[in-house]
């Protein structure tokens, strides 16, 4: 009995260990470019915009913020340091939108995120934590600026 046992659990491992099987479409260069690791992954940095303490409704001075807001945006996205954002529909909480960063620690991302001028006046709190997601998301940014028919 204790052979038969011993026997299922050494088929077990096996079956394990070769459940992982090497992908033919593999692409070294691209996974190396992409920063991926074995498993197509890498670190990031999630970013969740909440509503701030600045409940200012001065119009002008807003649309000053929100201005800035979407110039660093557009900044980040093209120094390769931001591949998400948008903003989150209505909700229970006071969350507003999100940011992934590419960068592999919270540090780094807070000093990004301080040079968004609507964090800096507190319209936006963040919470930033640590992403593991697909290295090739920032792919789809290529892509984006081709479907996009409006500029922001």
């Known amino acids: 009995m204790k052979y038969i046992f011993a026997l299922a659990i050494f088929f077990c491992v096996g ?3 070769n459940v992982q099987a090497q992908n033919p479409a593999y692409n070294k260069a691209l996974a190396d470019s992409l920063g991926a690791d074995d498993n197509g992954m ?3 940095v999630l970013a969740i915009l909440k509503t701030g303490s600045n409940t200012t409704t001065d ?7 929100f201005r ?3 110039e660093n945006i557009g900044r980040l ?3 390769g340091k931001l591949v998400v954002a948008g903003p989150l529909g209505k909700n229970d909480k006071t969350y507003r939108g999100i940011f992934i960063l590419d960068v592999k620690t919270v540090e780094e991302a807070q ?3 301080e040079t968004d001028p609507a964090v800096k ?3 936006f709190d963040i919470e930033l934590y640590p992403w593991y997601g ?3 998301l920032p792919m789809y940014l290529p892509a984006s600026e081709k479907i996009a028919k409006m500029k922001p």
């Open 15 to 17: 079956f394990a260990a």
């Open 42 to 44: 890498k670190q990031y």
């Open 59 to 65: 119009k002008e001075e807003l649309n000053k913020y």
């Open 68 to 70: 800035g807001h979407m």
């Open 77 to 79: 996205a093209k120094e």
């Open 111 to 113: 000093k990004l995120v």
């Open 121 to 123: 006046a507190k319209i």
């Open 134 to 136: 697909s290295a090739a």
